[in-house]
Each structure stands twice: as C-alpha cells, then as structure tokens.
C-alpha cells in the first residue's frame, strides 16, 4: 500500500471517529456521557481482555483447521451480539414490538446455518484437494 493511500484511509477513519465523537457529545437525548464512555471502555476491556483470549485458546485447542476457527469465529460473534436479546426473550413488559422475534428460537437456527455452510464448505475443501491429488500410476505386469 502506498504511503499516500495510508495517509488518506487514516484520515478518513480519523474524521469518521471525530464525527462519532461530536455526535456523541452534541446528542440531546445523552444526558450522562460519561456513562456511555464508561460503557465503551468496560466494553473494550471485556472484548481485549476477556473474550478475545478466551476465543483464541479455544480456537487454537479445539479447531485444527481454518474452516473450523472460521466458523468459531462467526459463531462467537453471533452469540455475542444476539445473547442480549436471547436473554431477555419474553421479557417484553407488556410492548410486542420491543423484542418481536423469537430469538431465543432463531439463535440456534442461525448457528445450525452457519455450522452447515462451514462443513459444506469443508467438504469442498477436501473433495478438491483430494481430486488434485496426483495418483500413482500402476504398471500392468507388476507384481510387487
């Protein structure tokens, strides 16, 4: 990457978290921002601290190949963003709308997906590799 195109994509970013950060602070219904910090950094401090490590240990223990690690990746990330909602399943306090799906039903509907998607995706892998693979040529005549 050229320097001129790093320069560029840092300051995009840059600007792009300033304007996260004006926003943040200008937001009428924000009473407390100190809370919302204190909630990033807690969240941040969760993620580097607790999650992370625990994700890498048992991808590096467990799952042997990427197909696998990938797929525990996807699969910890979509327990990490639907656990709020699976947890609080029919715990509407009398609002419908407030959590309309059935996510408790649906958290390992999406898991069984993706677990599908990773294991055709294994075995494409392996009838690949193993269509490739060069065969050994027999004589006729041979007798060994």
Do not use: E, K
Not at 45 to 55: G, K
Not at 92 to 102: Q, R
């Amino acid at each position: 990457m050229t320097a001129w195109l790093r320069g560029a994509a840092l300051a995009a970013g840059l600007a792009l978290i300033g304007f996260g950060l004006y926003g943040l602070l200008t937001d009428p219904y924000l009473t407390d921002p100190a809370q919302v910090l204190t909630w990033a950094v807690g969240a941040l401090v969760l993620h580097d601290a607790v999650w992370l490590p625990l994700l890498c240990l048992v991808g590096a223990r467990l799952a042997r190949g990427p197909v696998l690690r990938g797929w525990l990746v996807v699969a910890a990330a979509v327990t990490a963003a639907g656990l709020p909602a699976v947890l609080r399943a029919d715990d509407d306090h009398g609002n419908p709308s407030l959590l309309p799906l059935p996510y408790l039903r649906n958290w390992p509907a999406v898991l069984a997906a993706t677990a599908a998607l990773a294991l055709v995706t294994w075995l494409v892998i392996w009838l690949v590799r193993r269509w490739r693979r060069p065969r050994p040529v027999s004589r006729r005549g041979d007798r060994s």
